[in-house]
């Protein structure tokens, strides 16, 4: 079947960005992104398109080229199913907060009412598509609720994991390393593959669309994820011994990354991972184990989460250990609050845990983060219920300016690796701060020898 209506339910960070270059690369294909929450349609849709909901670089122009010629976003969800021949479903699935599987599985109530409501609204056969990442064999549950509606139509599932990292989203999408669709073996599931395949095709050569079955595909995405993370933890486990030892995380990473079997990428160590994927997919993981009495697995994938929060935690001990082991009523300032550079999301950001924390020891907190408003800090804290919103009120500040956050401050920590830290005036920031001025560099991002030069005490992680 060739596509030429796709709609998206869901217009978040993976739905946003994935559609509009669909809809860039492929102008004979109408592609409505649909999402229930009215207020990111209306920012999505703003006539000043550096105001959508979602920073990523490059993303508005992409979206002002395409949106209003074959890229829409509405809420009319039913309308959009409706006359779509390639529904994906790019819903949040995040881990659960309650009931069995609590803090451990995928949520999957919004993934189970989209399938209902395509269920209900599809008169004609359908492509449903997984973007959103599943647990292995969740393609099964949805095939069982659409199959069920007993007025003949057909479906065949998909699943089309998305593997763009934020802060890169529109680079990773124009040059994927691989586009991964798993189908059904059947010829109807392999004809279903293939209208999926000439969509990627538009700009994607062809060595790159990988096609598996199934299962195979939404186990890659959460493997994925696992290995990634599983490196991160990897290269922090070892900064501790490095700190203990003389040795130099950053001189180590080098070495072994320059071996071509391990490489060089994803050895960057730091104050832990955050975002929204990799904590949750690697719980789902252990929990998928978990459920098939695979412990060994489980056990063994979980170390990576909690060499993470050990990491997390051992950032801000080591604050308020060097700050001669209290940091009550002392301003510290934090430099960044993104879980990473260049994306306004602050899903699981390191920051909020090292704050909360310190907030813990009754320190103030000040932040800037360019692309961060003073509200989502806020929230990011509430969000923990360690105390009541007047209290997280009381203890953190946000800034306009990184010198005005800065004023005053006992100590800096640098949480996120925005470029523009490395450009500032330091001596002047040096000179606003009480003394010893520290630095916490949980991003290495500064150098050592030119802070010390202007008289910072600077603790990076790993050396
Ligand atoms: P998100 O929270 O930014 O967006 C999800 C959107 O879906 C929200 O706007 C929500 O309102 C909407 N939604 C939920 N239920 C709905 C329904 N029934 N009808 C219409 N809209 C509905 O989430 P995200 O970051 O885009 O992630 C989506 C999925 O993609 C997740 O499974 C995630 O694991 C996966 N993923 C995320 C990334 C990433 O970098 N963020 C990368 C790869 C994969
Ligand atoms: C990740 C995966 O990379 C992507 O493929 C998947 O689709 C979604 O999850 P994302 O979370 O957006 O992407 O960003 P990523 O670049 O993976 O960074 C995740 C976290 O790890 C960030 O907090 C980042 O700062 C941290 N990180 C990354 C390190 O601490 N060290 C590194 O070497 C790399």
Redesign the pocket.
């Known amino acids: 079947m060739k596509i030429t209506k796709i709609c998206c ?7 946003g960005p994935t559609m509009a270059v669909i809809a860039q690369k492929c102008p004979d294909i109408q592609v409505t992104v ?4 009215a207020d ?1 349609i209306a920012a999505w849709n703003d006539k000043n398109v550096d105001a959508i909901p979602i920073y990523e670089p490059g993303l508005s122009a992409v979206v002002a080229e395409a949106r209003g010629r074959n890229l829409f976003f509405s809420t009319d ?1 039913e309308k959009a199913i409706d006359e779509a021949q390639l529904i994906f479903i ?4 995040p881990t659960k907060t309650y009931g069995k599987g609590k803090g451990m599985a995928a949520d999957l109530k ?1 993934i189970e ?2 399938a209902r ?1 395509i269920a209900q609204v599809a008169k004609d056969n359908k492509i449903v598509v997984e ?4 647990p292995v064999r969740t393609a099964e549950a949805i095939k069982n609720i659409l199959d069920h509606t007993g007025n003949g139509v057909q479906f065949q599932i998909l699943s089309n ?6 802060g890169t ?1 529109v680079e990773d999408l124009l040059h994927p390393d691989r586009i991964l669709i798993g189908g059904d073996t059947t010829p109807d599931g392999q004809e279903a593959i293939q209208s999926l395949v000439d969509v990627y095709a538009n700009w994607v050569p062809s060595d790159k669309i990988l096609t598996t079955n199934v299962w195979s595909s939404e186990l890659s ?1 959460l493997t994925a994820n696992a290995f990634l993370a599983q490196r991160i933890s990897s290269i922090n486990a070892l900064s501790e011994l490095c700190e203990k030892t003389g040795a130099d995380v950053t001189e180590v990473a080098r070495a072994i990354g320059m071996d071509s079997r391990i490489g060089s990428k994803f050895l960057k160590s730091s104050v832990g991972f955050g ?3 990799f904590q ?2 690697i719980l789902n993981l252990v929990y998928i184990a978990k459920s098939y009495g695979l412990n060994e697995v489980a056990d063994y994938w979980e170390q990576v989460i909690i060499m993470n929060d050990h990491q997390k935690r051992r950032f801000s001990a080591k604050i308020v250990q060097t700050l001669y082991n209290t940091v009550a009523s002392k301003k510290i300032a934090f430099l960044g609050w993104a879980f990473k550079k260049d994306t306004n ?1 602050t899903r699981e950001s390191a920051a909020i845990y090292v704050a909360d924390d310190l907030i813990n020891e009754q320190a103030q907190i000040a932040v800037y983060d360019p692309k961060v408003p003073a509200a989502k800090v806020l929230a990011d804290l509430d969000y923990l219920e360690t105390r009541t919103p007047e209290s997280n009120a009381q203890s953190v500040a946000s800034f306009g300016t990184p010198y005005e956050a800065c004023a005053g401050a006992h100590a800096i920590a640098v949480l996120t690796e925005w470029d523009e830290f490395t450009t500032y005036d330091w001596q002047k920031i040096y000179d606003g701060m009480q003394k010893p001025a520290f630095i916490f560099d949980g991003r290495n991002l500064l150098h050592r020898s030119e802070m010390e030069a202007i008289g910072f005490v600077y603790h990076g992680i790993g050396a």
Request: charged letters at 25%.
């Open positions: 339910i869901g217009a978040g960070y993976v739905g649909v999402d229930l929450n990111r969800v790019s819903v949040n699935t919004y009412l989209c409501q973007k959103s990442t599943l994991p998305e593997f763009l990292a934020e989203a995405k975002g929204s994927c949750k997919d999301d």
